[in-house]
């Protein structure tokens, strides 16, 4: 071989070479190599006829043409990721989705079989379970598992699509933990890509939650930035995610493969598309195709590779794109909350979302008390009855509702969730037991009733218990009781209840209410009824003052007032508003509360939402003092919103700083009517600040440049109003403020006022023909629904007020068990706390078993974005740990016994159960 053949050979290798790296870096075998530009290759081509000393200084030349300074390059490639959308409850039942999901996935496998370089993403793991359960042995799973390892078919990192600002943290954590696990244990790859289709909002601290979940990539399909394509997503913490937001949609390469456009439609259409698209990044450029429930088309690969693209259009799984967008230079940051664009879901489905939450909070609470039974030998783990319980609340979370699923499909998604919060209440009652039985008893004669704390701090609430009273022998034998009853702590101290009705068989029993003082960090306390000769008496809970002489002539209608020692709360009489006055404070912190209406035209229970401007006036009813005893005093306002019954009950206590509102809606059904409550604050300068999974945000609060754009998703107006909180919101400055706790997630900000969505009369969104003729279904059923909060007011800002304590405590209750059994041995104190960490910012999100060896995982956030630093103390010491992250797996030269926890960080610890021992 002469020289210059030799040089012109290695000039070729070297070219094959070039081009392959300057690709991403990996070898992409369906892609061909992209052009040189003439500079080099004249350049090159020259040197085969010099000097070979020349020659390599010609190269050397040549090779500063492939590695220019950082600037757009012209045509950048085209990363084609076919997908399907795979809609639960959307595009049919979940059992037809599912069904459908597998034909999805059989037709991808054989399409790869076929084409090489064909590529697949199939975006939620439960279709995968679903696959592998009913194609157990079958020759399409174990070509699916191969083109998976070999990277040609790419899963996801999740369990299904859930939403992502209304679910729990923990919904999310089991979301990635258990999509990872089958991943992993089934299939043998470690997903790094989250896309997370047809989703309307993106919460702030998601970043973080996929960081800690070995997750670096995300795929944002709707309500992103505008002005950006490719870009790092910061959450709170200052963890990141590289993220691709599909400005055109997550089905934007259909029409490529549409059979009603022309070859000349569509070669336009990419050509605006690519142009709008590179205005927001210089790098290469991720398109999907596939929607909802498609299968890849048969001519697929044909009609891409012989589409005639300005730019070279390459199939691609995502984790192949990413590999080569994060090579892009200047790649911007970007933060913030991006408020949920289906607001009406929350208000108008009103009887699917609810139950959804509460099941997850009942699973958390449970999964404390079972880990706490597991390490003192209690009872078993239910590990797997936990994890059948999660997956159906992972499913009933899903994007989707009342689509061509129907009524079946919503009938479903309400039974998982149902199930699932039955279910965690069947083991919490069973754990709970376990520990109760055990409780000492320090009174010969006595009723023991042992009060739980779920949460992570020493908490002060009210209580409602059912106590039945045994006799020795006969369980009548109660004589006794019958001349009085007391209610004691531990150490005799008396205790103000009420006994709000009393039944009996063969004894006796008693549903009291009590405030429950100093209930230890995630442990219990002990009460005790005993027989008394008289009952013990104490002043009633508030001072009332009623109106003016009912019978009075000519009178004008005034207030009622209700005053404790901490609020004087009047109701108008004429209008049924409720002003609060914080006596600490002395100033109102609310005026004029209330109950209002607004007309609507109709819209859906998505997005549309069209109010005709006529406001519908609550009219209320005579108010009623239901009770005033020494625990509380209650306060009914019954109503009627444009025909519809209403009714509003007020709770002020004796011991606790806050006021209750229940509001009660008898919904008749086929009405366009939106509801609310308002909360008009009177802080002049008040700022707003909100809950969010794993953290909380300020209510002005937005990724920059997000907004709502298309058909399906709220007007960019109503959307910069409207916030999906956790449970609690805050209005005040640095000096005061005011909290109002929910257990619904839909507020509205306008200026001085939170105005809390309750109910929402619209219709479907579906076009439904029924009996050949077109029908409108209207929501929500008819019903009665009920929604729950509780205000509270006090000196500084929101991070002193700690307004996370009264959401929780709001939604996870104290729970009593009350115990008959005084004869069996008794090993437990009569109060206890079996875990906890130091700093009022620190929430306990979760106390589980470990996923795999005999230890407990311990996971906390900081939510007020201050620094902390803590021991960990489980079963009253202070215990070494090992850091994790929210797979459980451990983080490299983390652990100790001092957990040091930086501003919205979310940790986990893990917790080895050699030993362990009640101290």
């Known amino acids: 071989m002469s020289v210059s053949a030799s040089f012109t050979q290695s000039s070729t290798s070297i070219c094959d070479g070039l081009r392959r790296s300057a690709t991403c870096g990996d070898s992409q075998p369906n892609s061909p190599p992209p052009p040189f530009s003439p500079e080099f290759q004249s350049i090159l081509m020259r040197g085969v ?27 950048p490639e085209i990363y084609v990721v076919p997908f399907s959308h795979l809609d639960l409850f959307w595009a049919g039942t979940r059992e037809e989705c599912l069904s459908r999901g597998n034909r999805i996935i059989v037709k991808a496998v054989r399409m790869a079989q076929r ?30 598992k191969r083109l998976v390892r070999e990277g040609r078919i790419e899963i996801a990192p999740k369990w299904t699509g859930i939403l992502q600002n209304l679910p729990r943290g923990e919904t999310w954590v089991r979301n990635l933990l258990y999509g990872k696990r089958l991943a992993r244990e089934v299939f043998g790859v470690d997903p790094k890509v989250a896309n997370l289709g047809d989703l309307p909002g993106y919460t702030s601290q998601f970043p973080q939650i996929l960081a800690r979940s070995g997750v670096p990539y995300m795929i944002m399909t709707r309500m992103g930035p505008v002005d950006k394509s490719l870009f790092y997503y910061r959450a709170l913490d200052g963890s990141k995610t590289l993220t691709w937001h599909t400005l055109k949609g997550y089905g ?23 142009a709008d698209v590179r205005k927001t990044t210089n790098g290469p450029v991720l398109m999907n195709w596939g929607t909802d429930l498609w299968a890849p088309d048969d001519d697929l690969v044909p009609a891409i590779e012989g589409f005639p693209s300005p730019a070279p259009m390459i199939f691609a799984t995502p984790s192949e794109f990413f590999r080569v967008a994060q090579k892009t230079p ?33 699973l958390v609470t449970a999964e404390k008390f079972a880990a706490v039974n597991h390490a003192l030998g209690y009872a078993d783990y239910p590990q797997q009855e936990l994890e059948r319980l999660w997956k159906q609340v992972l499913e009933a979370s899903d994007h989707n509702n009342f689509g061509q699923g129907g009524d079946a499909g919503d009938a479903r998604k309400l039974e998982l969730a149902v199930s699932a919060g039955t279910g965690a209440q069947a083991i919490l009652r069973d ?41 020795d022998a006969s369980p009548g034998d109660i004589d006794d009781y019958r001349k009085g009853v007391r209610l004691v702590d531990e150490t005799g101290a008396p205790v103000p209840f009420y006994v709000e009705q009393s039944s009996g068989t063969v004894s006796r029993a008693l549903e009291i209410v009590f405030v429950a003082r100093s209930v230890p960090s995630l442990g219990y306390k002990a009460y005790f009824i005993v027989p008394s000769e008289k009952p013990e008496t104490y002043p009633a809970a508030s001072e009332i003052t009623p109106d003016s002489e009912p019978a009075k002539p000519k009178r004008v209608l005034g207030s009622d007032q209700f005053e404790n020692r901490f609020y004087r709360v009047s109701v108008d009489r004429a209008t049924g508003a409720v002003t609060v006055f914080d006596k600490e404070l002395d100033r109102i912190v609310l005026k004029e509360m209330e109950i209002t209406g607004a007309e609507e035209r109709g819209g859906d229970t998505l997005s ?34 444009g025909g519809i019954p209403v009714s509003q009950r007020l709770t002020l206590y004796a011991d606790l700083k806050r006021l209750d509102v229940e509001n009660t809606v008898q919904w008749p059904g086929r009405r366009l009517i939106k509801i609310e409550q308002t909360f008009p604050y009177q802080h002049p300068s008040a700022e707003v600040q909100y809950s969010i999974p794993f953290g909380a945000v300020s209510g002005s609060d937005f990724m920059p440049n997000s907004e709502p754009w298309r058909n399906d998703e709220i007007t960019k107006e109503d959307w910069k109003k409207w916030r999906q909180i956790q449970d609690w919101i805050f209005a005040g400055g640095s000096d005061w403020g005011v909290t109002v706790a929910a257990d619904r997630q839909v507020v509205y900000l306008e200026p001085g006022v939170i105005r809390a969505g309750m109910l929402r009369g619209s219709y479907s969104s579906v076009g439904i023909t029924r009996h050949g003729q077109p029908y409108l279904r209207h929501f929500p059923p008819a019903g009665t629904y009920v929604f729950r909060y509780s205000i509270s007011s006090g000196r500084g800002d929101w991070q002193d007020s700690r307004p996370w304590r009264a959401g929780s405590s709001l939604n996870n209750p104290l729970v009593p068990v009350s115990v008959a059994d005084d004869l069996s041995p008794k090993s437990l104190p009569p109060s206890y706390s079996f875990a906890s960490v130091g700093g009022e910012n620190l929430v306990v999100t979760a106390l589980k078993k470990a996923e795999d060896g ?44 001092t957990l040091r926890v930086s501003p919205f960080e979310i940790k986990t610890v893990r917790l080895e159960l050699k030993d362990v021992q009640m101290q």
């Open 49 to 75: 006829s010099m000097p070979i000393s020349r020659r390599l200084i010609t190269l050397a030349i040549a090779l500063t043409f492939l590695w220019p300074a950082p600037a757009p390059a012209a045509n």
């Open 252 to 274: 934007w390469g259909t029409f490529i493969t549409s059979k009603r456009l022309t070859d000349e439609e569509k070669r336009k259409r990419l050509q605006n598309d690519l």
């Open 431 to 471: 754990m709970l037991r376990n520990i109760a039985e055990r409780v000492r008893i320090p009174f010969a004669r006595s009723m023991p009733l042992v009060v739980f704390n779920p949460l992570s701090w020493t908490r002060d609430d009210v209580v409602r218990a059912h106590v039945s009273l045994y006799g």
């Open 330 to 362: 200047s790649i911007p940051e970007t933060s913030g909350e991006i408020p949920h664009a289906w607001w009406n879901i929350l208000t108008s489905i009103v009887h699917l979302w609810p139950p959804t939450i509460s099941a997850a909070d009942s």
């Open 608 to 641: 549309k939402d069209v109010v005709s401007g006529r406001t519908i006036v609550n009219i209320p009813g005579p108010v009623e003092v239901e009770e005033n005893n020494p625990v509380r005093t209650v306060i009914r306002i019954p109503g009627n919103l």
């Open 854 to 897: 005999d230890a407990l995982i311990l996971r906390l956030f900081d939510t007020a974005g201050r620094r902390a630093e803590t021991p960990v103390v489980l079963f009253g010491r202070s215990r070494p740990f090992q850091e994790v992250n929210l797979l459980e797996e451990r983080v490299a030269g983390a652990g100790g016994k």
């Open 115 to 144: 084409y090489p370089q064909f590529r697949f993403l199939i975006e939620d793991n439960v279709w995968l379970a679903h696959f592998a359960e009913t194609q157990r042995g079958s020759p399409d799973l174990g070509l699916l």
